[in-house]
Antibody
Framework: QVQLKESGPGLVQPSETLSLTCTVS????????VSWVRQPSGKGPEWMGR???????AYNSALKSRLSISRDTSKNQVFLKMNSLQTDDTGTYYC??????????????????WGQGASVTVSS | DIQMTQSPASLSASLGETVSIECLAS??????LAWYQQKPGKSPQLLIY???SLQDGVPSRFSGSGSGTQYSLKISGMQPEDEGVYYC????????FGAGTKLELK
């Protein structure tokens, strides 16, 4: 059974750094990529970045200067760190499993499993 | 970045009514289009991927179609459990989501 679970502080001070952990089970981080997605209340989701199955990373260009994603495969964990937080970074943060699929051509990715989400409030 | 424009922003449907939601990409995305359903307080759930492939366990009343830059989600026979917010998402260049369509039962 594929599961992902986010954990981390619910409240972060402005200008501080957010640290979140995604703990996965039911699949291997060396076989599947994991993305981080955030969603402000009442708005659509925003992809933040991806930890590829081979250890490489990719970031949303809008967040790249503030964001770092890493992993510990021995613990089945993926980590997110984002610095210089502001109030508009408030929202729910999800980690997702990225499933590759192909219609006979290039491979594309889709988020086939999501964690329950971690609510983050940026406030003093 | 690829932009996804979703319409309508909200709609209300009667029980058994057929519903359609549209999604327009700012450039061609080669059918790398997914649809998700999100219920209040829950994480999004994958319904459709590859523009028309039904995710395992999703009722067959859900279907997807489209090509190039234009895609749509159809629900053939609205059910109470279909209430929620629906998002389209492109997977051609990483991910971008639409703003969502809120679907309610009339």
């Amino acid at each position: 059974q594929v599961q992902l679970k986010e954990s981390g502080p619910g409240l972060v001070q402005p200008s501080e750094t957010l640290s979140l952990t995604c703990t996965v089970s039911g699949f291997s981080l060396t076989s599947y990529s994991v993305s981080w997605v955030r969603q402000p209340s009442g708005k659509g989701p925003e992809w933040m970045g991806r930890m590829w199955y081979d250890g490489d990373t990719a970031y949303n260009s809008a967040l790249k200067s503030r964001l770092s994603i890493s992993r510990d495969t021995s613990k089945n964990q993926v980590f997110l760190k984002m610095n210089s937080l502001q109030t508009d970074d408030t929202g729910t943060y999800y980690c997702t499993r990225d499933l590759a699929y192909s219609g006979g051509g290039p491979y594309y990715y889709v988020m086939d499993a999501w964690g329950q989400g971690a609510s983050v409030t940026v406030s003093s | 970045d690829i932009q996804m424009t979703q319409s309508p922003a909200s709609l209300s449907a009667s029980l058994g009514e057929t519903v359609s939601i549209e999604c327009l990409a700012s450039e061609g995305i080669s059918n790398s289009l997914a649809w998700y359903q999100q219920k209040p307080g829950k994480s999004p759930q994958l319904l459709i991927y590859g523009a028309s492939s039904l995710q395992d366990g999703v009722p067959s009343r859900f279907s997807g179609s489209g090509s190039g830059t234009q895609y749509s989600l159809k629900i053939s026979g609205m059910q109470p459990e279909d209430e929620g917010v629906y998002y389209c998402q492109q997977g051609y260049k990483y991910y971008t989501f639409g703003a969502g369509t809120k679907l309610e039962l009339k």
